[in-house]
């Protein structure tokens, strides 16, 4: 729960200094769609979680199948078919995972080539969400960490322009012009 700053000050010529108290093994994790249609309004759909029992050796990420009740939700929500672009996380590329996105005729899934975080729409939206409501606060209890996480998403998802702003950053767009016969 270390907080991310984005302004402190000190005394001329001395370089700020923020303590902490202690290291929490606590995770938690946020899985994000960024979903684009063209004439419709721009939708964040999100799943937050906090893994309890780490420690216990229970996980400490999102498991294949929470991944998989996400994309059965957001086909749900946006009622139709979904191309899904994914970046190389080793659960979206999992055995069981690619079967599922086997299975279903409405998902089709890309990948992005690896390391290439600057075309991922979600990591902008990460990005905001650290500039916002996560910096410069030091949170009381997980408890109040999940509460700020849920109302910060909640206010970048009612803002579609915010949305749209991160595919920008991207360089990509929502159609890929077609090839010209020749």
């Not at 991310?4 to 001395?14: A, I």
């Not at 290291?23 to 937050?48: D, E, H, K, W």
């Not at 672009?85 to 979206?92: C, E, F, P, Q």
């Not at 360089?171 to 077609?178: A, F, I, Q, S, V």
Request: with cysteine; aromatic share 8%; net charge positive.
């Amino acid at each position: 729960m270390t907080p991310p700053t984005s302004r402190t000050w000190s005394r001329r010529g001395t370089t700020p200094v923020i303590r902490v108290r202690g290291r929490s093994q606590r995770r938690f994790s946020v899985a994000a769609l960024c979903c684009y249609q063209p004439g419709m309004r721009s939708r964040l759909i999100y799943r937050p979680k906090r893994h309890r029992d780490h420690k216990a050796g229970g996980r400490k990420s999102f498991a294949w199948t929470e991944y998989r009740e996400l994309l059965i939700a957001a086909h749900r929500q946006l009622g139709g078919p979904i191309v899904l672009i994914w970046d190389n996380l080793n659960v979206h590329k999992d055995r069981r995972m690619r079967a599922f996105i086997e299975a279903q005729d409405w998902l089709t899934v890309y990948h992005l080539p690896p390391y290439a975080p600057d075309l991922n729409p979600v990591e902008g939206i990460w990005s905001i969400l650290r500039r916002t409501t996560q910096a410069n606060t030091a949170f009381t209890d997980p408890n109040h960490l999940m509460r700020r996480l849920r109302h910060g998403l909640r206010q970048i998802q009612y803002r579609s322009d915010i949305i749209d702003g991160c595919l920008t950053g991207t360089g990509l767009t929502l159609t890929t012009p077609r090839l010209q016969a020749q």
